[in-house]
């Protein structure tokens, strides 16, 4: 059994290409139960704004990886994805969930966000059963060491989300904001959170509208200075504001073209967080808009990312570390799963050998008992020192032979 990971993330896929392969949670049903049919052992789904990526545990990973890199092109009926569709096997991908659960793969090196991300797609796939031992320990460890890390670095003290990144270039491009107004759509952790670094700069005037009318209820009570838009009304508001922040969770784009007064006086400043994108690419094109995406803020977030690099460096003895201990772990499997089989094979042995003593020789309660400890003993001297060099052994492909070896030659 081994592990791999196939999908598309920021590193060679525009945004373009990444808000096609995002997955809903309907869809990762979905996905899943077409994945589980297809004969793969264990699935975890990670899809966030920046990367979807499927996690698999397989007795045959190559197989497995062109399942699911032909799934991918297929659900979402897309042939160029191909082109942006990466794979890693082996060590490569158990190295990868533990840099992508820390940050260290992300825009944002460090940032906070994807570690929920990652729970959130783990507990996903305990509840449809698609993810079991291998996987479940992969990424809990991961949890594990990601949580470390940022106790022991300080690799988090500041906050340098892309919500953040995204707020402090409006601070950059517009100045003061003491005067301004803002439209905040969605409410989800990424709008949350542009919501509190927003209040950090101390912004004029905050609208905020999203489709459960009663989350944004809530916030107004708990926050000063917050206006609550019904979300059926939220063109109304659009040109009466300076800035619009999107971050919705919607499938389709909220904010067209047309929704916009191209005879603006002053100029609107639209942050879109969003992923599918909540507002068209043509807004670009109307007089007085300045449209910043996730692709955009990638440039910004390059300077936080030498900051923070030498910090990286220094956390990945941790990681690595972790995954030794991960793959003598996921070794010790296969050992467990051959010794049991040749226990197996040596209790039924023992268990026709004792019965053929017993027919051929009348013997006591006692006798039987001291018979039974002299084969017993008989034959773990046998094997004992098969089973010690076997569970020493941390060379992996030696120990496969060794398993494969054992497979044959015991007919297990």
């Not at 197989?63 to 990466?86: C, G, M, P, R």
């Not at 953040?164 to 409410?187: F, M, P, R, T």
């Not at 941390?394 to 496969?400: H, I, M, N, Y």
Request: aromatic fraction near 6%; hydrophobic fraction near 40%.
């Amino acid at each position: 059994m081994d592990v791999a990971v196939i999908g598309i993330n920021h590193n060679i896929a525009p945004i373009g290409i990444r808000e096609k392969v995002a997955f809903s949670e309907s869809k990762k049903i979905e996905a899943t139960t077409i994945l589980m049919e297809d004969g793969i052992e264990e699935i975890i789904i990670l899809s966030t704004c920046n990367r979807s990526e499927i996690y698999v545990v397989s007795r045959d990973v190559d197989i497995a990886i062109n399942i699911v890199k032909n799934f991918y092109i297929s659900f979402f009926n897309e042939k160029s994805l191909e082109s942006f569709i990466f794979e890693k096997k082996g060590n490569n991908a158990v190295s990868h969930i533990f840099e992508v659960c820390c940050g260290f793969d992300s825009i944002v090196i460090g940032e906070d966000q994807i570690l929920g991300q990652v729970k959130d797609a783990l507990l996903t796939a305990i509840e449809l059963k698609s993810s079991s031992k291998i996987l479940n320990k992969l990424f809990r460890e991961a949890i594990t060491v990601s949580k470390k890390i940022k106790t022991e670095t300080k690799l988090s003290e500041k906050p340098l989300s892309i919500s953040y990144i995204g707020v402090k270039k409006l601070k950059e491009n517009i100045g003061d904001l003491s005067d301004k107004k803002v439209l905040l759509v969605g409410l989800g952790k990424m709008g949350i959170l542009a919501l509190t670094h927003l209040r950090e700069f101390d912004i004029g005037k905050i609208y905020v509208s999203n489709r459960n009318y009663s989350k944004s209820l809530e916030i107004s009570e708990s926050i000063d200075n917050i206006e609550v838009i019904k979300y059926e009304n939220l063109k109304s508001v659009i040109n009466m504001v300076d800035i619009i922040i999107c971050a919705t969770s919607s499938p389709h784009t909220i904010i067209k073209s047309e929704d916009i007064n191209s005879n603006r006086n002053t100029p609107i400043y639209i942050l879109d967080l969003a992923l599918p994108r909540d507002v068209d690419e043509n807004v670009r094109s109307v007089n007085n808009v300045v449209l910043f995406d996730v692709d955009s803020l990638k440039y910004e977030a390059e300077e936080n990312q030498r900051l923070r690099k030498t910090l990286m460096d220094s956390s990945m003895n941790i990681i690595n570390e972790s995954i030794s201990e991960f793959n003598n772990w996921k070794n010790s499997i296969k050992v467990d799963s051959v010794l049991e089989s040749i226990n197996n094979k040596c209790q039924n042995i023992k268990a026709d050998s004792l019965s053929y003593i017993y027919r051929k020789v009348n013997l006591n309660h006692k006798d039987k008992k001291i018979i039974e400890k002299m084969v017993e003993s008989s034959m773990k001297r046998l094997l004992r020192e098969a089973i010690l060099n076997l569970k020493m052994t941390k060379e992996e492909e030696k120990l496969d032979a060794y398993v494969k070896v054992l497979h044959e030659l015991f007919e297990l």
